[in-house]
Each structure stands twice: as structure tokens, then as C-alpha cells.
């Protein structure tokens, strides 16, 4: 039976998707629900299934070809399966003693008066072949079913290298880019990912639909650092997985978006819209560039169920497996340099979102408590939003919320 792949229906925000890679070609046998194709959209890598056991007979799309929803990307061809069970093979017709002269490696061309299985009959027939073009490899030169299936594979195989040329004649791979050296001094030019350029698109949004200001506070965390020494054995067995800072951050974010709705708000038109739910983007870095996974209901969540989630969404970033859903929405965004050792920065808003508050990286420095000259782990942190709806006393006292809170983190748990 010849089933069809199609590229499954992509979100109203992605209009289209690029061919990444394939993981099978023409002639190869495939099983249900393994990975058919790579897919790259603005957003995810969308791995398409194999509908059913098979052979791919065909392909209709090269790597690095842009497709849209429903599209047509590769025809698989479901082995036939009899109504009833298959009868013997009729019995062996005795071959005539071969000349000594004639070496046994050499394999003996097939004949239609030669025993062939039903199966063997069968893939002939539907294929329109010709046997004693197949070498066969059974007893007695008998031609098997793998011996067919072997000569279907070769054929698709010659087929695919003498069509995809003519289709993509022009451009270069792109894992192989051109390089033009001069005295020593190379250059390379290489296609921006669907991802990357979606990124710099957005970000020129950004830049020209809102009015972006940033202001900035530092934190003493040595409290979080004293409780998270106190409770990290505990809180380990208890919920297998380790207490970072993450998750600190996420419910300080959380209890001064409460407090200040319109940090938490976005603009629609001339309208200003109020979200009475947490959504919590978190930023993650990968190799294709910057994703933003949410994190739902973040109010609803305690330390551990933060820190898994998070861990879950950096491990599915890196292995490209993250769904729309988990991309999609969000109200406010917290990205991190500071594992990269960023001392200070200003992050870029993620519309339609309002606000970011952007994390750097721990250092011990020198502050004054009660008059004396102490060390404590200090962290700087900066608040970008828009100045449309935002006023800066509003983006001032939000930011001085989340300092009052992480400096003493009992207030969290207290909600003062």
C-alpha cells in the first residue's frame, strides 16, 4: 500500500520550514514511528514519524528545501499482506550437475521455470521485473526474497543519484561552505538557521516597536547561600535533584509580578492587557541560538518542581526537542548571562512581553553591614521594559521588590 508524508500542520505563527536532514534515503527499510525527517521551523526541529512498517520508495524534497503544512515530502510502500496464509513452495526441480569447469561463487541466472516462494512471485510481479536480471543467491541459485528486495534498493539507489543533481544543481551544502582565502586570509559565508534569523528578526522588532529602558540594582545573596548550604542534603533526598538559584529568582519574579500587575501586562493595539496568570519565559542558550521555554503557572510550582523543569527544558533545548507549546506565550522572561560571566548587561524585551529582568554572574565583593567592611557573594541585576506602559518608579520599586526579597528569602515563603 503507498502511503504518503506530509509535512504535519505547523502553527499559525510559522508559515513554513526547512528540510534539515534525512534520516533515511530511497530503497531503505523503515519502521513505524522512527525519526523519517528533520524539519527546522523559526522556533523547533519537528522530527517526522514513519507512519508505518516499509520501504521509502521516494523522496520529493532535497535537504535544505523550504515546505509548507501538508506539503508532500516522501512516498513509503507497505509490503502487501495476503489473505491467507502462504502455501509451500512446490517441490525443488533437480538442477543438472554443473561443469567442474564452472566456479561455485559464480551465481547462476534465474529463469521463470525455476521454484520461486509466493512473496518472491509476488515482489516480481508488482515491480514489473524482470528475474533473470536478479542474481539469485538461494540454493541452487534460487532467488530469494532479500535478493529482490536487495535489487529494489540498488535500483532507488541509481535513481536518487541521477535525479537529485538536476534538482539542485546550484547551491553548495550548506555543512560545507565556501571558502575564499587571499594571502592567508580566509573568509566563509554560511546561511543563517531558521532560528538565527528569526532571533535578529525579532530583535530589530523589538528595538523599533518599544520604548526600551533598562535600570539596574545588586543583590546580596549570602542568605541564599546560607540556606541552600542548611537544606541542599535534605532537599537532594527529598526530591532527587539539587536546589540552584533559578528557582529563588523565579519566585521573587513571581511575588513582585503580583504586586506590580503591570510589569506582568502587554500592549494589544491601544489596549493594555492584564495577565492574572505567571507565565514564566526562561531563556536558554544553544548551539542554533537562544530559545525561550515557559514555564506555566510558575505560581503554582514549589523550588523542586522549578529546578526540574528548568533542567528538563535545558536538556530538551539542546537536543532540539522542544515542542510550539513549550515556546508559546509568556508574560515576563528571565535571562541569565551570568553563566557565561556577564558582569552587567541590558537585555533586549521579547514581545509582546513588557519587561525582562536580566541575571549576571556571583562575585564576591567587598559591601558595608553595620558599618564594617564585609565579603558577599553580590549579583547585579537589570530590568529592561517598556517605557509605553511602564513608568520608572513602577520598574524601580519592582526591581528594589526582588532585592528585598532575595535578601532575605524567608519573606518568599511569608509573602511580605
Do not use: C
Not at 514511528?33 to 521551523?41: G, R
Not at 526474497?145 to 534498493?153: A, F, M, S
Not at 514555564?295 to 514549589?302: H, P, V
Not at 559591601?367 to 557573594?377: N, S
Amino acid at each position: 500500500m503507498r502511503i504518503e508524508v506530509t509535512v504535519p500542520n505547523l502553527p499559525e505563527s510559522i508559515t513554513d520550514a526547512t528540510l534539515l536532514d534525512w534520516r533515511k534515503q530511497p530503497g531503505d527499510t523503515v519502521q513505524k514511528s522512527e525519526t523519517l525527517v528533520d524539519l527546522e521551523t523559526d522556533k523547533v526541529i519537528l522530527e517526522v514519524p514513519v507512519p508505518d512498517n516499509g520501504v521509502l520508495q521516494e523522496i520529493r524534497h532535497a535537504k535544505g528545501d523550504v515546505v509548507g503544512s501538508g506539503e508532500l515530502l516522501a512516498v513509503i510502500e507497505t509490503e502487501a499482506r495476503p489473505a491467507v496464509a502462504e502455501t509451500a513452495a512446490p517441490p525443488e526441480i533437480p538442477a543438472k550437475p554443473e561443469p567442474a569447469t564452472v566456479p561455485e561463487a559464480v551465481p547462476r541466472p534465474v529463469r521463470f521455470a525455476q521454484p520461486m516462494g509466493p512473496s518472491v512471485r509476488r515482489l516480481i510481479m508488482e515491480h514489473n521485473l524482470d528475474p533473470a536480471q536478479i542474481k539469485g543467491t538461494g540454493r541452487e541459485g534460487r532467488l530469494t526474497k532479500q535478493d529482490v528486495l536487495d535489487y529494489l534498493e540498488s535500483q532507488k539507489r541509481k535513481t536518487v543519484e541521477a535525479v537529485a543533481p538536476a534538482r539542485r544543481p546550484e547551491p553548495a551544502p550548506k555543512e560545507r561552505p565556501e571558502v575564499r582565502a587571499t594571502e592567508g586570509r580566509g573568509e566563509r559565508r554560511v546561511p543563517m538557521t531558521r532560528l538565527r534569523a528569526r532571533i535578529a528578526e525579532r530583535m530589530i522588532e523589538a528595538q523599533h516597536t518599544t520604548a526600551t529602558l533598562t535600570t539596574f540594582n545588586e543583590v546580596n545573596l549570602q542568605k541564599i547561600f546560607d540556606l541552600r548550604n542548611q537544606h541542599r542534603a535534605r532537599f537532594e533526598q527529598e526530591y532527587k535533584i539539587k536546589l540552584g538559584f533559578m528557582s529563588f529568582f523565579v519566585k521573587a519574579a513571581v511575588e513582585g509580578l503580583r504586586r506590580f500587575p503591570i510589569i506582568n501586562a502587554s500592549i494589544d493595539g491601544n489596549d493594555i492587557v492584564y495577565h492574572d496568570y505567571y507565565d514564566i519565559g526562561i531563556a536558554v542558550s544553544t548551539d542554533r541560538g537562544l530559545v525561550v521555554p515557559i514555564l506555566r503557572d510558575a505560581d503554582r510550582l514549589n523550588f523542586a518542581e522549578i529546578e526540574k523543569a528548568i533542567i528538563d527544558f535545558s536538556q530538551k533545548a539542546r537536543d532540539g526537542k522542544l515542542s510550539f507549546e513549550e515556546l508559546s506565550g509568556g508574560t515576563f522572561t528571565i535571562t541569565n548571562g551570568g553563566i557565561f560571566g556577564s558582569m552587567l548587561s541590558t537585555p533586549i524585551l521579547n514581545p509582546p512581553q513588557s519587561a525582562i529582568l536580566g541575571m549576571h554572574v556571583i562575585k564576591d565583593r567587598p559591601v558595608v553591614e553595620d558599618g564594617q567592611i564585609v565579603i558577599r557573594p553580590m549579583i547585579y541585576l537589570a530590568l529592561s521594559y517598556d517605557h509605553r506602559i511602564i513608568d520608572g518608579r513602577e520598574a524601580v520599586t519592582f526591581l528594589f521588590t526582588l532585592k528585598e526579597l532575595l535578601e532575605d528569602p524567608v519573606r518568599l515563603l511569608l509573602k511580605i
